[in-house]
């Protein structure tokens, strides 16, 4: 699923920690407690920790286990360190999110009790560290997880595909050599192609009348010269 979501996945006790997906090479880069997190327009929540992985960014409360949101590094489109007043009223690390939808959360939602549903609309959130001197190690470590999740190129596979079974390398050969006889015997493939026989006989046709203006062309010229 793209976009944010809700994550209740937690190990340990107390406010525990996010469980990771080990198996599929997850591993934790960074936790910063004390971090409120602003969803979209809506008000900051907190108290929290934030936790980066090589894979996503997930927000933990601190004082209710079943509260907690992530989202994959591929579904963020941008992220920036924001220091205007103007912009947000403390210092925060921004981030747009790729839901893959045409819409955003301003729409509202088809089904007002699908929590979920909303969540998914929401297209930009805000990290509110505590401690606003770590904003710049944040987006550094936005940036470097960003690195390991580059975004998949639609095709790459087909266009790489080099593995072929023996089937297939002679369903090739014969393909060429297909092209091969066609561009050997070009007069017989047209008049083939097309069921018309006479289309070949009169390619032929006029190829022998060009020789033939051809031939004359140059005896009239070797009379001229002879006269001369």
Known sequence: ????????????????????????GEELMHV???????????QPESPGTLYITTKQVVWLSDTDRSKGYAVDFLSVSLHAVSRDPEAYQDPCLYAQIDNGLEYDESE???????ESSDLSRITELRLVPSDPNQLDTLFQIFCECAELNPEPIEGEEEEHNWIFSADQLENQEAEEESEW????????????SNGDHDLAHNVLQLQINDQRFEDAEEMDSDSKNGHR
Do not use: K, Y
Request: hydrophobic content about 30%.
């Open 32 to 42: 910063q407690p004390g971090t409120a997190i602003v969803l979209g327009s809506r």
């Open 1 to 24: 699923m793209s976009g944010l979501r809700f994550f209740v996945e937690r190990t340990g006790d107390g406010a525990g920690q996010p469980a990771l997906d080990a198996d599929n």
């Open 108 to 114: 509202g939602s088809t089904d007002e009790g699908d």
């Open 181 to 192: 006889t066609f561009s050997q015997n070009l007069t017989h493939s047209i008049g083939h």
